[in-house]
C-alpha cells in the first residue's frame, strides 16, 4: 500500500479561479480528513468525512466544500480563490478511532 | 477555545543533551493529546499518543491536566531526532481522532 496519495503534488491558479484537489486514503480506512497548513504554521482543520458524510467542518467560509466517494476517496473545492488560500493542502486518512496518516500535502499557489 | 500552544518556534542542542518540548493546551472537556513528528522531505507522522504511554524512539510525553501540558521530552538527543514537531488535540471524546488542532509546531534542531 502506498499510503495515502494526493494530486496534484503542486498547482498554480489566480484569484478567482476555483480549483479541486484530490485525496485517496489508505485501503480500508473510511475517515477522511483535509487540513490547510499555512506556510509558517501548523495544520489547520477543514473537513472531516466519514462514511461519504460531513463530520466535521473547521473555521472556513463556504468557499470551501468537499465530499467523499463510495471508494472513500475524496475531494475538496476551493471557490473563487484567494491569495490568502495560498498553502500546503494535506488530506489524513484513519479508521475513526487510531492513528491519522497522513499524505504528502499539494501546494497551492494563488497569483 | 480549543487550542494548542508550542512557545518555541526552533530549539536546538547539541548530541547528548536532554531535550523537552513544550506544548500546553486550553480544552475544557477531557483530550486526547498527540505528537506529530515531520522529518525533512517526509510526511507528517505520529510520534506518539497520551494514551498508549508508549515510549517511541526514546521519546516520552506525559498529560499534565492541572497544568494543561503534554511536554515531549527525551534524556539524550540524536542528530536523527532533527526534525519539525507539532503536538495536537482531539477533542472529540468518542475517540474520533480525525480533527486534530495542531500547534504551530517547534523545529528541533540537534548539532553534533
Known amino acids: 500500500d502506498a499510503g495515502v496519495t494526493q494530486s496534484p503534488t503542486h498547482l498554480i491558479k489566480t484569484r478567482g479561479q476555483h480549483v479541486t484537489l484530490r485525496c485517496s486514503p489508505i485501503s480500508g480506512h473510511k475517515s477522511v480528513s483535509w487540513y490547510q497548513q499555512v506556510l509558517g504554521q501548523g495544520p489547520q482543520f477543514i473537513f472531516q468525512?466519514?462514511?461519504?458524510?460531513?463530520?466535521g467542518r473547521g473555521n472556513f467560509p463556504d468557499r470551501f466544500s468537499a465530499r467523499q466517494f463510495p471508494n472513500y476517496s475524496s475531494e475538496l473545492n476551493v471557490n473563487a480563490l484567494l491569495l490568502g488560500d495560498s498553502a500546503l493542502y494535506l488530506c489524513?486518512?484513519?479508521?475513526?478511532?487510531?492513528?491519522?496518516?497522513f499524505g504528502p500535502g499539494t501546494r497551492l499557489t494563488v497569483l | 477555545a480549543q487550542r494548542v500552544t508550542q512557545p518555541e518556534k526552533l530549539l536546538s542542542v547539541f548530541k547528548g543533551a536532554p531535550v523537552e518540548l513544550k506544548c500546553n493546551y486550553s480544552y475544557s472537556g477531557s483530550p486526547e493529546l498527540f505528537w506529530y513528528v515531520q522529518y525533512s522531505r517526509q510526511r507528517l507522522q505520529l510520534l506518539l499518543r497520551h494514551i498508549s504511554r508508549e515510549s517511541i524512539k526514546g521519546f516520552t510525553a506525559d498529560l499534565n491536566k492541572g497544568e494543561t501540558s503534554f511536554h515531549l521530552k527525551k534524556p539524550f538527543a540524536q542528530e536523527e531526532d532533527s526534525a519539525m514537531y507539532y503536538c495536537?488535540?482531539?477533542?472529540?471524546?468518542?475517540?474520533?481522532?480525525?480533527?486534530?488542532?495542531f500547534g504551530q509546531g517547534t523545529t528541533l534542531q540537534v548539532k553534533p
Open positions: 468525512y466519514y462514511e461519504k458524510e460531513e463530520r
Open positions: 489524513a486518512s484513519s479508521l475513526v478511532v487510531g492513528e491519522q496518516f
Open positions: 495536537a488535540l482531539s477533542g472529540e471524546g468518542s475517540g474520533n481522532t480525525g480533527k486534530l488542532i
